[in-house]
């Protein structure tokens, strides 16, 4: 579960984040949105504890000041906007290192690691880039393989920076899909940075609207998707 209460954030002078209260527990799946600039990926700075706060954060009851090791201990994965490899590696050694968590430093991957792989490529329908370059890839093959790893670290609560942001329309809407079966079928808390509204109808879960003047979690209804849509089609106020 993840729980914030009276959360304030910012950067030196400029407060971003003002006193932010939820409370979402697993099985959820929550899309962050809010106009550019309106603190998303601030939100996931404080998360992943790159960014100071005040109030109080809780992970799975733990305050997050007191988690030693929140990706090791398998509390927390991130999945930033931009994620950059600038050397040669193949897909499949990119994706099992996923699995880090379950390994000693200098363990092998076995035969049966790539099988998991394998399988996880195949239900992303990716399977035929397994033994690609990554670097060779499109920025949207790039974004499959980066999501297929982090379904892989297999953490309780999951955070994505703007997963779909470069995928065409069809794997948009498949991200979606597999983002929400997988949250309801491994337990799993999902928080995910999107732009794309329209994607979220049919889905099961939560908007939290960070341009909001006091942003809270809505479940999503074709209702509140338009409501929001409306809300974002407008000028920002600036902050
Ligand atoms: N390190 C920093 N120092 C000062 N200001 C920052 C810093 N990082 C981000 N900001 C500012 O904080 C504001 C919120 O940034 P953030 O990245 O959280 O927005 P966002 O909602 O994720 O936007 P987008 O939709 O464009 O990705 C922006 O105005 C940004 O310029």
């Not at 609207?209 to 979690?217: F, G």
């Not at 809505?218 to 974002?232: A, C, F, G, K, V």
Request: net charge neutral.
């Amino acid at each position: 579960m993840l729980e914030v209460k009276n959360l304030v954030a910012g950067y030196e002078q400029r407060v971003l984040i003002r006193n932010l209260f939820f409370y979402v527990s697993a099985p959820a799946f929550v899309a962050v949105v809010g106009h550019n600039g309106a603190g998303k990926s601030t939100l996931f700075k404080i998360l992943t504890r790159n960014l100071p706060y005040q109030g109080e954060v809780l992970l799975n009851g733990q305050s997050l000041h007191h988690l030693a090791n929140p990706a090791g201990s398998g509390v927390l994965s991130y999945l930033p906007q931009k994620n950059t490899v600038t050397f040669p590696i193949k897909v499949r050694d990119l994706v099992v290192m996923g699995l880090f968590r379950h390994k000693r430093f200098f363990e092998q991957y076995s035969e049966q690691d790539y099988q998991t792989v394998q399988h996880l490529l195949s239900a992303l329908e990716i399977e035929h880039l397994l033994h690609r370059e990554f670097t060779e890839l499109s920025g949207g093959e790039q974004q499959l393989v980066w999501l297929a790893q982090l379904m892989l670290q297999d953490a309780a609560i999951c955070l994505l920076d703007e997963p779909t942001q470069q995928l065409d329309i069809y794997h948009k809407k498949r991200v979606f899909n597999l983002l929400t079966n997988w949250v309801t079928e491994k337990n799993k808390l999902v928080l995910c940075i999107t732009h794309d509204l329209v994607n979220l109808h049919g889905h099961t879960g939560y908007l939290l609207n960070l341009s909001k003047p006091v942003p809270t979690l809505e479940i999503l209804s074709p209702e509140i998707i338009q409501e929001n849509i409306s809300y974002l089609e407008a000028k920002p106020h600036l902050i």
